[in-house]
């Protein structure tokens, strides 16, 4: 919980010098995020093997601040669930397996609108990078559910990142679809020899407490 708190500590600060730095602009949108979609992973750890998709959402809170009339930054702190299905192999003998994690992941993107005017559907394109704080890992069978351990000597660490891009529409003003892809670009395991990097495609949508108003 400590560890927790010093990184959320870390996010609040972000967030202020992100605000206070671009309140010249003064176009500052804010409201919920929510997505779901399906996971894979580059995966391998001792019998487990041979990754399938399953599916897992995302729910949170997502801030714009224009850095011009067609540019803006996003930040967003979500609470994400991506899991994968695996084969675990011994001799003869394969059984299925779910792996996850929970995680509080926050991407930090560039986005751009197309054609950003009076009209109510505007195109835009975004990526960025992800900040991920592993809360809960586990993997789980037919008989029983383990939770792995996280940070320190742990199986799994605390942080790990990725990258991601999308693209999508405007809808109104105020609400935002968008089809995006994140790839892991860090090893969740601490080990050096198993492997654990999340792929993830999904669909996700905002809702804005504002309209968003052309310059």
Known sequence: MGKFCVFLRKGIFFFSIFFITTSSYGQFYHGIELGSGITNADFMLDTSREPSSAFGFSLGYA????????VYMKVAVLVTKRSFNANNIRGINTTQEKWGVN???IPLNLGYYLNFNNRNFQFFVEGGLNIDYNMRAFVKNDNETITLDIGGEGSVNRISTGVNVGAGLLFSKRIKVRLQYYNGLTNILNTDDDQWKNKAFGISLNYFLKKREPY
């Open 63 to 70: 801030a714009e601040r224009d850095l011009s009339e067609s």
């Open 103 to 105: 995680v509080i992941e």
